[in-house]
Every structure is written in C-alpha cells, then in structure tokens.
C-alpha cells in the first residue's frame, strides 16, 4: 500500500474547493487558511463530488495525492511544488520490418544524446499574468531506452512533471516525438492528484517531428461542449483541429491526418485507354457523396481524373484510420490482397477460358470438397498461413483451393431450389432491405416516358389470382398479403449498355410475393423486363411458377435473374452506398469540425472505427475500373453509376432511421399503440422484428446521452462545433443534395438524438445485417448469382433447342464462369469475415476511461446491458418454430443481427462500425 499511501501533504486542498472536515478520511486535515492548504494523509483515492461541476468536472483548484514515492512537496509561503507522474502507454507493432527495425534501434541509441519523447502538461487554467494557459516544463519519457528490448504488446513508460500547487486540473498533454520513428500512443496516465488519475486516452500515430514538427495535443477524457471549454484549452482545441482541417492543398503522405473531400473521380484509369476511364462521380453531373480527399495529381490524359494508386501501395487515408497492424493488417486485408494478387493470377493460369463454364452442379460442388487444382503452388507465405479461404492446401507441386461450405447449404443442400427458400431470403437473407409492401396494382413506373418510353407492366391480375388462395387481387392489397420487390427502374435506364457488354445478360425484374397464412412468403410472379425497342416491342414479359418441365426451368432462369438483379442493388444500392459511402462525410466532417474532447465525438469515435480506411480500400480494388464489382457482378463497368442514380433519386438521410425506412416502404405503419411506434405488416420479418430492438436500444443510449448535455435546444443552437458538423456533413460531405428539402434540421435534442441514432444504426446494425451474410449466402452461386451471362431463352431463339436439350447446361451456362465464380467467391468469404479485433455493439475501448464522465460511463454500461438483452430475445426467437422464417427443418436461424461473434465466417455479429 506504500504507494496508495497517498498524502496530501502532499495534498494541497484548496479550502473553497473541498470542505475536507466534513469528510472522515480528512479528519486530521490541518486547516492553513483560505487560500492556503490543508495538508493531510487518506488512503485511497477518491472522486471528490464536493468539488465537482456536472460532468465530474473538477473546479479550479489544486488537489493533489501524490504517492509517497513522488512526494517531494516544498511549502513556502507562496508556492509549493510536487512531482505527478505520467504512465505512457505505448503499443508496439507485432511484426516490424526492417527498416522499421532499424529505425527502433536507432531511436533507442540517439536517446542518450537527448532525442527523446518529451511531454508538456498543460493547465485547464490561464495564467492570470500572461494570459497563456499554464503549461509544466517539457520533460522527457526516461525509460524508454530500459525498455528498448520489451517485446510486449502494449509497453508502459513514465516520465515526471514538477506542478506548481497552483497550476489547477491538467487538460491537455503536447507531445514532441524527437525520434525517427512514429509510435502508436494508446493512453496516458497522470497519477499524483489528489482527485485521482487523469486519463488521456490518445489512440493516435504520433509523427516524429522530421515529418511534423508541432508537437501533438492530447486532451483529456473530460467532455467540453465548445463555450464550456476552460480558458487554458480553448487555443489548443481550435489548433487541433486547424492541423486536422489542413488547407486543403497538396498530395497527403501517408504519415499525415488530414481529413478533407474529394470527389470520386479515382475510379477509372485514362491512361491506360479510354476502355478504363470512368466518370467522375460528385457535382452536378452525376451526384455522388464525398470521399475523403487524397491530393494527389491528375492523370495525364484527363486534368479532372486524379490518378490512381495501385495494388498493393496503400492508398491515402489519415494516419488514425489505418487498420490496427497487429490483427487486421494480416488477418484479413493481408488475406484480400493475398487473394488478389496471388490467388487470381493462379485460378486465370488454373482455368482454362474455353472450360470456364460449371458443366455440371457437382463442379460446384468440388470447390468444397475437393478443391480445385491451380497449376501452381500458391507461394504467398500469408495465404499459407491463413485457413481461408480454407483455401490453400499445398499438394505436390501444385495447389490446391478449397473453400468452406457455405452456410446456405450446410443445413439443407437442396433449399436454394425452393420458391419459399428464394422468398425467405427476401426478408431474412442477405438483403432484406429491399421488400416493400405492394399499395397498387399493378405496379408503376416512375421513369420518365420521353426517354424510357411508355413503361406500362405487363403484369395482370391473371397471373397473380391462381396463387392467392382464393382472394381477389384488391382484397389481397386491402390485407397486405401482396408484396414486391420492384427492381425496374433502378436497372432498365443501364440494360442497353449492361447488356452491350460480352457476358453480361440482364433484365430489369419485377417481383411479387403473396403473404400465407403460415407468414411465409410466396413468389408468384416475376416481370423481366428489357428496353422497348418500339412502339411494339415486347419488351416485358410475366413468368408464373411452373406446371410443368419446360416452365420449370424458365421460372428457375428468372429467379436467377431477379438475385442477379438483388445482388447488384444489394451491393451497389443498400450495402456499399448506404452504409460505407454515405456514412464517410460524415466521419470526414465530425473529425474536421468536433473536437476529441466535445461529448458528441466520444460518443460517435466507435462507430466511426475503420471506415474510412476499408472505403478506400473498396476505390482501390473493388469499386474501380477491372475490380471485383466489375467483373463479377451483371452490371459490370456501369455499376457505379446504378449507384449514383439511387443516390441521386432515392437516398434520403431522413429515411435511413429503421421505422422510417419501413414506414416508406410500406413494411410498418405508424401505430402509437405499439412499442416502436409502429406496426410491422408481415410479423415475421426477421430483420425488421430483430432490428427495431437494436434500434431501439441504441435510441435509448443516444437519448440519455444527448439529454446529459442538452438539456434544451438552446444549448445545441450554440454549438459551434455541433452547428458546423451537421452543416458541413451536408453542405460540403454531401453537396450534391445540399439543397434537398428532406434534410433533418438540428434544432433540439430530439433532433440530434435522431440523427445519431441513424448514425450509429447505419455504421453498425445495418451495415452487419448487409455484411456478414454475403458469404453464407452468395458462397453458393446457384443460390444468389451476381452475374448472369445469358437471357432467358424464348421459342423464337435459336438457342432455344438447346435450352430444351439441356436445361440444366444452359442454366449453369447463364451462371458466371469459374473463374469469376472462384473469386467473387473468395472476396465475399473475406468480406463476410470478422477479424479478431472486432468490436461489437455494447463494446468499447477503454471502456471506464474513455470519458470523464461517470454518469455516461453508467449508461454505456446500462445500454451494453441492452444489448445482451437483445442477443438473448434473438436466440429465443430462433428457437420459435411459429416462427417459419427463421425456424424449421433445415431453416437457417436468422442471426444477421444478434449482436456478439466470435472471429471468422458466422453470419453474425454486429460491429460498432462499417469495418469492412
Ligand atoms: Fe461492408
């Protein structure tokens, strides 16, 4: 206990500050005065409510209980100095390379000629003489080079400061690192005051002062709304984020955190052909959200295309939202450039391009359970290494790629066959985001007729009548038992060009389902629909579930084409441009405009985990000219422009709240007497049903936590920080749309609460329920495929003959080719993948530190609560056999939104934010 044997004789206790003889552990204070000390011992530590503001925070006034080891304390008359000590904790890389090997060692020896890590200490007080805040002298971390050898993951140095009794509450620490190399600072501790530890949780790249030469600024874990700001922090917190801001010139290094837009105009590469331009997506053009701006030149054949970083360098994003080295950088974004680089050039020189199409279902099948094998040994050490994708098996001189089973046939192989398994999917699969409730019959167009020419559907009441057990069409509406999925608008405006394309076949599909009285799903009919080519052109074409062999095979072809069409608006309209796109000018914005120390970032800093860094890595490999999307997926190069045109005539901010968004797709009605305020029509909806207790509980947290620091709505019309994110967010971030009438105000509590709320939900619940299933699913390409290379034959085709020769050959001919098969395959089982480092919902670091505030460090604890809550409620609802959707013989729970995983594949597990 010698160090807990903490004296305050240490401890200077301003008398106005702490009535200490009130407190029994005080009792033998000696009173010097007013404005003098008291001089004491105590055991412990304690929190000292006495003295303190809302938010814990502590007033002015010196308390300080220092360990007995650091006591020093002088007394005078006027001033009193005693030592504080800071506990830096450093966390090291798990694998360094040479350079940076040699960079450590060489850091380690200049520490004897003074380079060192020096740390300041500044005052949340100004000096009243100078008017500067008051700042310790810099000192310097002393055993750094004691512990030059330390392997451990995380290393603790200490450095000591001498404090004036007068210098108040520590509120910030400048940071000069005078070594070569950067260090990840995870956290320091200031250990001496009377009121207990100061934590400044950093998490941060500090540069060395060859690159950056300011020193960096670290707060405390104290929140401050702006006009809160205690004087001796008001010049560092603008600084801050100054140096954030940047001046918007020049190419970024990759040491640099700056966070600043662009458009999205890195997609194609000009100089390598026009085949490999692609448009500019941003400005009034083609409107587009904004991406986080890198700076660096433009190609040489067009000023406007900035050019590209290739595979595998690194593409720019702030230094602190680099992927975490240690786990992720091999785990899994090691693994995806492990594939891409190693793993496709072997399956091009593996498959032949003559033999690239599955000429039986039991090819498929190999990949699972035999492999394939690749011509060469995979040489990739990291490939070897890793088991997926369960991938790489060494055999002779050749390879072998073998892939894990995909969830959707673990339980019953034959399941994707079914109508009610195509139809379940819709509403608990991959992509349930896209059902709406259908309100007229038969379904509309909103498409212009000048250009599209007259889009009437070729849907009729005849189609649907045999399939609704007895009911008319208009009773079925009344009772919504109808439902649609309606794909036409958002592909027929591409199909000219889509299908111009060599091996890229697509319709833009219609397609309704009919509610039983079971709560299941029945597709009934399915529209394909191509564009007119005249006034008499029969462009649109109704097909019905089969009675017979030939319509068998048809009615499987369109709902091929109806998941070709729902993976393409999964990815390119739900799961890339709602939850990664859209979110990142809202990061962008909250790190340029919101202060570390102002309450609103602590509580967004999760769920903005990552989110850059795996956007860019989509624009570098995924998204771009000859990436995965491309080659992989029906709409090919036109992909991304599917995916502004849904931004551009669909996003609306204030519909991507879950009860908003199923109100507008008919999914609930408003119903005050129920709990969420809503109705769901079709019960069991998985997503729905289990989303709306996610989103409630995290609604729950952001209320509680808003109310704590706006009580009313003045106090968030005066916030300058606050007032500037939400502005930026929408007028820079998302500028295209600036003038849209649909954008929440910011007015009151309730305003900011929903906007946080569909912020975190956004990052979090519904990126997880479009995420982690892609590999489950879509890893069985008959179930889900992404591309489809042929049309669906009609009598008057010439390839008609052979779809009735051989219609299981023709249909695995439609189906992509193998080696397309082979690597989307191998992307989505990496996409879908949880690295060990994640962290879920309920889940932060540093969790009793990560604010000053005790009262929220409560509430989060309170809403972790929920959350497990939430998780027990889902399994108990898997285990409802009424509940057919997500319960019965061979029926994949639905778990896309229980909350915790474990690492890998799961299908599960909702992270605090977009991570990947
Ligand atoms: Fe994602």
Partial sequence: ????????????????????????????????????????????????????????????????????????????????????????TVRNKNKEDMKETLAKHLDNFAEKFGRNVGL??????????????????????????????????????????????????????????????????????????????????????????????????????????????????????????KDLRGDGTGERKLCDRIYDYDVYNDLGNPDKGIKYARPSLGGENIPYPRRCRTGRPPTDTDMNAESRVEKPLPIYVPRDEQFEESKRETFLFGRLKGVLHNLLPQLMAS???????????????????????????????LLNKIPLPKAVVKESS????????????????????????????????????????????????????????????????????????????????????????????????????????????????????????????????????LPSTGPNSRSKRVITPPSDATNFWVWQLAKAHVCSNDAGAHQ?????????????????????????????????????????????????????????????????????EISAAAYKNNWRFDMEGLPADLIRRGMAVPDSTQPYGLRIVMEDYPYAADGLLIWSAIENWVKTYVKRYYPNSSIIKKDTELQAWYSESINVGHADLRNAPWWPKLN??????????????????????????????????????????????????????????DPQKYFLSALPGMLQACKYMAVVDILSTHSPDEEYLGERQQPSTWTGDAEMIEAFFSFSADIRRVESEIERRNLNPTLKNRCGAGVLPYELLAPSSEPGVTCRGVPNSTTI
């Fill in 748 to 805: 009151t509590p309730e305003d900011l609460s929903s906007i946080l709320t569909t912020f975190i939900w956004l990052g979090s619940a519904m990126h997880a329920a479009l995420n982690f299933g892609q590999y489950p699913y879509g890893g069985y390409i008959p179930n889900r495929p992404p591309l489809m290379r042929r049309l669906i034959p009609e009598e008057s085709d010439p390839e008609y003959t052979n779809f009735l020769a």
């Fill in 398 to 529: 050749e390879g072998l790629l073998k892939y894990d089973l995909p969830m959707i046939l673990s339980k019953d192989k034959f399941a994707w066959l079914r109508d009610d398994e195509f139809a379940r999917q819709i509403i608990a699969g991959v992509n349930p985001v896209s059902i709406e409730r259908l309100q007229r019959f038969p379904p509309v167009s909103s498409l212009d007729p000048e250009i599209y020419g007259h889009q009437e559907s070729a849907l009729k009441e005849e189609h649907l009548l045999p399939h609704l057990h007895g009911m008319s069409v208009q009773r079925a509406l009344e009772e919504d038992r109808l439902f649609i999925v309606d794909y036409h608008d958002a592909f027929l405006p591409f199909l000219d060009r889509i299908n111009a394309q060599d091996g890229h076949k697509s319709y833009a599909t219609r397609t309704i389902f009919f509610l039983t009285n079971l709560g299941t799903l029945k597709p009934i009919a399915i529209e394909l629909s």
């Fill in 1 to 88: 206990m010698a160090l807990a044997e903490r004296v305050v004789c240490g401890s200077l206790v301003r008398k106005s500050c702490v009535n200490l003889s009130s407190r029994s552990d005080f009792g033998n204070g000696l009173n010097l005065g007013c404005d003098q000390f008291l001089v004491n011992s105590t055991r412990g530590v304690r929190r000292r409510g006495g003295c303190s503001r809302r938010n814990g925070r502590l007033s002015a006034g010196v308390v300080a209980a220092i360990s007995e080891d650091l006591v020093r304390a002088v007394v005078s008359e006027k001033a009193v100095t005693f030592k504080v000590r800071a506990v830096v």
């Fill in 351 to 381: 498959i032949s391009t003559k033999n690239n199409d599955f000429q039986s279902f039991s090819d498929i099948d190999k990949f699972y359970k035999e492999g394939l094998i690749l011509k060469f040994k995979i040489q990739d050490e």
């Fill in 120 to 241: 300041q200490l500044v005052s949340t007080e100004v000096d009243p003489k100078t008017q500067k805040a008051k700042k310790t002298k810099e000192v310097v971390i002393t055993d750094w080079f004691k512990k030059a050898n330390a392997r451990a993951e995380r290393v603790n140095y200490t450095a000591e400061f001498a404090v004036d009794s007068n210098f108040g509450v520590p509120g910030s620490i400048l940071v000069a690192n005078k070594h070569q190399k950067e260090f990840f600072l995870e956290s320091i501790t200031i250990e001496g005051f009377a009121w207990g530890p100061v934590h400044f949780p950093c998490n941060s790249w500090v540069q060395s002062q060859r690159d950056h030469p300011d020193k960096r600024i670290f707060f405390s874990n104290k929140p401050y709304l702006p006009h809160e700001t205690p004087a001796g922090l008001k010049t560092l917190r603008e600084e801050e984020l």
């Fill in 572 to 640: 390119l309209l739900h799961h890339w441009l709602r939850t990664h796109a859209c979110l990142e000018p809202f990061i962008i914005a909250a790190h340029r405009q919101l202060s570390v120390m102002h309450p609103i970032y602590k509580l967004l800093d999760p769920h903005m985990r990552y989110t850059l860094e795996i956007n860019g890595l989509a624009r570098q490999i995924l998204i771009s000219n000859e990436g995965v999307i491309e080659s992989c997926f029906t709409p090919g190069r036109y992909h991304m």
